[in-house]
């Protein structure tokens, strides 16, 4: 199986360390995956952009246009970029930041205030985790399982309070990924 | 088996490096090839081993001239535009007959261009690297893996010849991350530095001269051996992949991030029935003339230039091999924007539909 990953939004809303996350979660379960990050000279609020390609073959291009999976974080990355997913992928969209993601066909729309619930968590930096929360609630990518060890590998250098954090952050980003799984 | 870890390809290339022998690096920081330097600012002293950042490009190119002369393997990296400023410096490094390994990650050009990548510099690398006429082997990977390979061989190469190489990626392969498996390290003793080294390690006295100006009779002798040299790599160590080429009608000639995205296309089209094949070269200089001139015209239809750069820079080098058996076409992107694989399998798709 292949999957291809596009995560889109402006600089410092976490959008190139949840592909990081994600290729490395999937590397760690002996999948193959690449991850490309494309932004400007911008240090912050500048446009980033980040693809992740997984897969259980060696991976040929690491450039696909069409995703099976579009994040989009704000308005400027929707207009960019919303209509680069594929019929039958997931378009997930931050429903702080874009008000209304439509209806395209043949297309699972996920719309959550990522950046409310990441709030609620504890911090803002916790919204690339549960981006991740609700892809692997919605698709078979990265199991569950391996991506908390791989949060508990990253984390156990630092405070149980960081890890705890962000293991609620999976955990809000799994329950709505869930009612979302086909 | 060697050591596995997913890496950046730009410290895919530091580490490589370290573990080919190199010693000392000398840059100065451009996008898209930062991380090189800042790998080697830490892991070169690990090492035993020094990193200067240098006040500039051409202090930082000089900074190798001098290392290397002392058989020291040496390196520097930069961008399109820094590699403008290390002409000077690389010119004489070939001119001393001095080893070292030059990393360009190249970028949208021409002048500062942009930060983001392209293949620009296929004609700087391959043609004129330099003043005076010179080549180096030019390397073109065309993964994380594959750069890793290269780099680790890479002053094989350059003390074999006395001559320094290049190796030419653009800013995705420099920024890709992706799975590498590291080969061991090179242990170079004191005992295998080259004979002409101007070192007195290991109590070795002075050894002569190390000079980048000659008189005429000398240089014209210079010139000619190089020009043997030139001739040896085209005979001896041309690299391609060849893909698909059997039964293929339509022929995609790519490099580098090019030939992953035109890989990719050409197995859609298999798919519906097309036979597409590719060549790859891996290295540009010695480009892989015979790959081209020998494919089977009776057959062949179309050679396909796949670059991400507009106007195509390899397209004349294809052309002089195919010698108007057939016609050459030619896609890209540019300026910074990428290729993609719809992209690309929509312009392979309307050359060899016919416009079905």
């Given at each position: 199986?292949?999957?291809?990953?596009?995560?889109?939004?402006?600089?410092?809303?976490?959008?190139m360390?949840?592909?990081?996350t994600?290729?490395?979660?999937a590397?760690?379960?002996?999948?193959?995956?690449?991850?490309?990050?494309?932004?400007?000279?911008?240090?912050?609020?500048?446009?980033?952009?980040?693809?992740?390609v997984?897969?259980?073959?060696?991976?040929?291009?690491?450039?696909?246009?069409?995703?099976?999976?579009?994040?989009?974080?704000?308005?400027?990355?929707?207009?960019?970029?919303?209509?680069d997913?594929?019929?039958?992928?997931?378009?997930?969209?931050?429903?702080?930041?874009?008000?209304?993601?439509?209806?395209?066909?043949?297309?699972?729309?996920?719309?959550?205030?990522?950046d409310?619930?990441?709030?609620?968590?504890?911090?803002?930096?916790?919204?690339?985790?549960?981006l991740?929360?609700i892809?692997?609630g919605?698709?078979d990518?990265?199991?569950?399982?391996?991506?908390?060890?791989?949060l508990?590998?990253k984390?156990?250098?630092?405070?149980?309070?960081?890890?705890?954090?962000n293991?609620?952050?999976?955990?809000?980003?799994?329950e709505?990924?869930?009612?979302?799984?086909? | 088996?060697?050591e596995k870890?997913?890496?950046?390809?730009?410290?895919?290339?530091?580490?490589?490096?370290?573990?080919?022998?190199?010693?000392?690096?000398?840059?100065?920081?451009?996008?898209?090839?930062?991380?090189?330097?800042?790998?080697?600012?830490?892991?070169?002293p690990?090492?035993?081993?020094?990193?200067?950042?240098g006040?500039?490009?051409?202090?930082?190119?000089?900074?190798?001239?001098g290392?290397?002369?002392?058989?020291?393997?040496?390196?520097?990296?930069?961008?399109?535009?820094?590699?403008?400023?290390?002409?000077?410096?690389i010119?004489?490094?070939?001119?001393?007959?001095?080893?070292?390994?030059?990393?360009?990650?190249?970028?949208?050009?021409?002048?500062l261009?942009?930060?983001?990548?392209?293949?620009?510099?296929?004609?700087?690398?391959?043609?004129?690297?330099?003043?005076?006429?010179?080549h180096?082997?030019?390397?073109?990977?065309?993964?994380?893996?594959?750069?890793v390979?290269?780099?680790?061989?890479?002053?094989?190469?350059?003390?074999?010849?006395?001559?320094?190489?290049?190796?030419?990626?653009?800013?995705?392969?420099?920024?890709?991350?992706?799975?590498?498996?590291?080969?061991?390290?090179?242990?170079?003793?004191?005992?295998?530095?080259?004979?002409?080294?101007?070192?007195?390690?290991?109590?070795?006295?002075?050894?002569?001269?190390?000079?980048?100006?000659?008189?005429?009779?000398?240089?014209?002798?210079?010139n000619?051996?190089?020009?043997d040299?030139?001739?040896?790599?085209?005979?001896?160590?041309?690299?391609?992949?060849?893909?698909?080429?059997?039964?293929?009608?339509?022929?995609?000639?790519?490099?580098?991030?090019?030939?992953?995205?035109?890989?990719?296309?050409?197995?859609?089209?298999?798919?519906?029935?097309?036979?597409?094949?590719?060549?790859?070269?891996?290295?540009?200089?010695?480009?892989?003339k015979?790959?081209?001139?020998?494919?089977?015209?009776?057959?062949?239809?179309?050679?396909?230039?796949?670059?991400?750069?507009?106007?195509?820079?390899?397209?004349?080098?294809?052309?002089?091999?195919?010698?108007?058996?057939?016609?050459?076409?030619?896609?890209?992107?540019?300026?910074?924007?990428?290729?993609?694989?719809?992209?690309?399998?929509?312009?392979i798709?309307?050359?060899?539909?016919?416009?079905?």
């Amino acid at each position: 199986m292949k999957q291809s990953f596009v995560f889109s939004g402006s600089g410092g809303q976490g959008i190139m360390s949840a592909g990081i996350t994600l290729a490395q979660a999937a590397i760690d379960m002996g999948k193959h995956a690449t991850y490309l990050p494309e932004y400007g000279p911008e240090q912050r609020g500048g446009s980033a952009k980040c693809t992740v390609v997984i897969s259980d073959e060696p991976i040929i291009s690491p450039l696909p246009k069409f995703c099976d999976n579009l994040i989009v974080m704000n308005e400027l990355a929707f207009a960019k970029y919303g209509e680069d997913v594929k019929e039958g992928g997931i378009l997930l969209s931050n429903a702080c930041r874009i008000a209304d993601p439509g209806e395209p066909e043949n297309v699972t729309v996920i719309s959550a205030p990522v950046d409310d619930l990441a709030l609620e968590v504890g911090n803002p930096k916790t919204a690339n985790i549960i981006l991740i929360g609700i892809l692997i609630g919605a698709t078979d990518i990265v199991s569950e399982d391996a991506f908390r060890l791989s949060l508990e590998e990253k984390f156990k250098a630092k405070k149980p309070e960081i890890l705890e954090m962000n293991l609620r952050a999976l955990a809000k980003g799994l329950e709505i990924g869930k009612k979302y799984k086909k | 088996m060697g050591e596995k870890r997913f890496m950046k390809g730009n410290e895919a290339i530091a580490e490589a490096a370290v573990r080919g022998g190199c010693r000392f690096f000398a840059g100065y920081p451009i996008t898209p090839q930062n991380e090189i330097p800042e790998y080697f600012s830490w892991r070169l002293p690990e090492v035993g081993g020094a990193y200067v950042q240098g006040e500039s490009e051409i202090a930082s190119v000089n900074m190798v001239y001098g290392a290397a002369a002392m058989g020291t393997r040496a390196m520097t990296s930069s961008s399109g535009p820094g590699i403008s400023l290390k002409a000077e410096g690389i010119s004489y490094l070939a001119a001393a007959a001095l080893p070292a390994v030059i990393v360009n990650i190249s970028r949208g050009g021409p002048g500062l261009g942009s930060i983001q990548p392209a293949q620009s510099d296929y004609l700087q690398a391959t043609k004129a690297l330099g003043h005076g006429g010179f080549h180096a082997m030019v390397f073109a990977p065309n993964s994380a893996q594959e750069a890793v390979d290269v780099l680790y061989d890479a002053w094989d190469y350059a003390e074999r010849d006395r001559n320094p190489v290049l190796v030419l990626m653009d800013g995705c392969l420099g920024n890709i991350m992706e799975e590498v498996e590291l080969p061991p390290m090179k242990e170079l003793k004191d005992e295998d530095l080259p004979e002409w080294s101007l070192t007195r390690r290991n109590g070795r006295d002075w050894q002569g001269n190390i000079t980048p100006i000659y008189t005429e009779l000398i240089l014209e002798g210079i010139n000619a051996a190089a020009g043997d040299m030139y001739k040896d790599w085209e005979e001896n160590d041309v690299k391609v992949e060849e893909f698909m080429l059997e039964d293929a009608e339509y022929v995609v000639v790519a490099y580098g991030i090019a030939s992953r995205v035109a890989k990719e296309a050409i197995l859609n089209l298999r798919e519906k029935g097309f036979k597409v094949g590719m060549i790859r070269p891996i290295t540009l200089f010695p480009f892989p003339k015979k790959s081209i001139k020998n494919l089977d015209y009776g057959k062949v239809k179309g050679v396909i230039d796949i670059e991400m750069t507009i106007p195509a820079q390899m397209r004349d080098d294809i052309t002089l091999q195919v010698m108007e058996r057939c016609p050459v076409y030619e896609y890209g992107r540019s300026g910074g924007c990428l290729l993609d694989d719809e992209g690309v399998y929509e312009a392979i798709y309307e050359i060899v539909s016919g416009g079905e």
